[in-house]
C-alpha cells in the first residue's frame, strides 16, 4: 500500500474514525479568490492516480475531481473572496477558509491532516509537501486547483485582456505587462506589492496632469 496513507492510517490507530485532507489553491496569484477544500474518504480508501495537483494535467486533475467527489464520504470547496484576502491577508485567509471547511465537515473523532498549516482550536497535523504525502490533502488540493482554474476561466471571458485563461492570475511577464497597460480589474488583489506598485503609478500619472 502507497505511504500515500501512513499519515492516514496513523490517526486511524490513534483512535480516529474520520481523517479530513485540507489544502488550498490561490495563494501566489495577484489576480482571484483563494479556493481552500476539506476530504474525507471513507477508511483506507486509496487511488493510486490521485496525487499532488501541481504534478498532475490539467485533463488529469478533471478526471481526478470527478473520482474524489464521487468517492468521497464528505467535501466542501470554501471560496474566499479578493476582498476578504485583502482584508486578512491570504495566509491567514487560507487558515480561516481550514478551519470552516472543518466547521462545516465536523464529525466527532475526526482529525485534519493539512498542507503546512497550523490551525486554532483543531485536532490536526500540519505536514510540510502533505499534498505529496498524504492522499486526503492530495485530493483537497485537486478540488481547490480545478475550481479556481474554472472561476480564473470564467474571469478571462470578462476581462478578456489580462489572459487569465493561461496564467490562472500568478505573477508572469505576460501578466504583469497587461496589468501595467491597463490597470488593476475588481479581481486583482490590492494588497498585493506588483498591484501596489501599478496603482501608486496610476496615482502618480494622475497627479502630473
Avoid: W
Amino acid at each position: 500500500m502507497s505511504n500515500l496513507l501512513e499519515y492516514e492510517n496513523r490517526y486511524y490507530d490513534l483512535g480516529y474514525d474520520y481523517i479530513i485532507g485540507l489544502d488550498e489553491a490561490g495563494r501566489g496569484p495577484m489576480a482571484g479568490e483563494l479556493v481552500v477544500a476539506g476530504v474525507i474518504f471513507p477508511k483506507g480508501f486509496y487511488d493510486e492516480r490521485i496525487f499532488d495537483s501541481k504534478q498532475l494535467t490539467a485533463k488529469k486533475r478533471e478526471a481526478m475531481y470527478q473520482i474524489i467527489i464521487e468517492n468521497a464520504l464528505a467535501y466542501h470547496i470554501e471560496v474566499i473572496s479578493v476582498e476578504d484576502v485583502d482584508q486578512l491577508n491570504v495566509y491567514s485567509a487560507s487558515q480561516k477558509g481550514m478551519e470552516k471547511c472543518c466547521q462545516i465537515l465536523k464529525r466527532e473523532k475526526m482529525f485534519a491532516l493539512t498542507d503546512a498549516m497550523p490551525l486554532h482550536d483543531i485536532e490536526h497535523l500540519s505536514i510540510i509537501k502533505g499534498d505529496t504525502l498524504s492522499i486526503s490533502i492530495a485530493a483537497a488540493s485537486i478540488l481547490a486547483k480545478v475550481t479556481r482554474d474554472h472561476l480564473m476561466i470564467d474571469y478571462a471571458k470578462k476581462y478578456p485582456q489580462y489572459g487569465f485563461e493561461k496564467h490562472k492570475g500568478y505573477v508572469t511577464k505576460a501578466h504583469k505587462e497587461a496589468l501595467r497597460k491597463y490597470g488593476p480589474c475588481p479581481i486583482h488583489r490590492k494588497s498585493f506589492k506588483p498591484v501596489q506598485e501599478v496603482m501608486k503609478e496610476q496615482i502618480s500619472l494622475n497627479l502630473d496632469i
